[in-house]
């Protein structure tokens, strides 16, 4: 795990239930990697958000941009507020329904779902275990100081 990462009991301050980075107040002060290529594995991801405890796992941040992992199990419910960033949700397995707006829309592998930053939205109905690649645009958090 990156040593920028550690698990906390913070809240997203963009809506995410939990996180796994460093207070939100301190994002600011962390240094963006210098690596002009990251790669990740999804089996080393998941294996990470499952020792955190929490839903959500940030694996990337750079100053435009942050990426995460969100964990539901089904019939889980999603906490989540609106975010202050745009917001791609691309679905890695599990099913379940994401209301954007008051429109329902049915998730499952393969789908892609651009949320604009200050849209309500969640997931419910989760029929089966939902992974979620999270992409923020600009980093999450960002905006919202």
């Given at each position: ?42 089996s ?5 958000q499952?020792?955190?405890g929490k ?19 089904a019939?889980a ?65 960002s905006?919202s100081?």
């Amino acid at each position: 795990m990156d040593e920028r990462r550690t698990a906390t009991n913070e809240t997203s301050r963009s809506g995410h239930p939990v996180s796994d980075h460093p207070d939100p107040a301190d994002l600011g002060s962390q240094p963006a990697s210098e690596e002009p290529v990251e790669r990740f594995e999804l089996s080393t991801l998941q294996a990470e958000q499952l020792v955190a405890g929490k839903p959500y796992l940030e694996f990337l941040r750079r100053g435009q941009l942050s990426a995460g992992l969100y964990v539901l199990d089904a019939g889980a419910d999603d906490l989540q507020r609106p975010h202050t960033e745009d917001e791609v949700y691309h679905v890695l397995e599990g099913q379940a329904v994401l209301e954007v707006d008051g429109q329902q829309r049915s998730v499952k592998p393969g789908s892609t779902v651009f949320v604009a930053a200050g849209i309500a939205h969640r997931f419910h109905s989760v029929a089966a275990q939902l992974v979620v690649l999270v992409i923020f645009a600009p980093a999450e958090g960002s905006r919202s100081r």
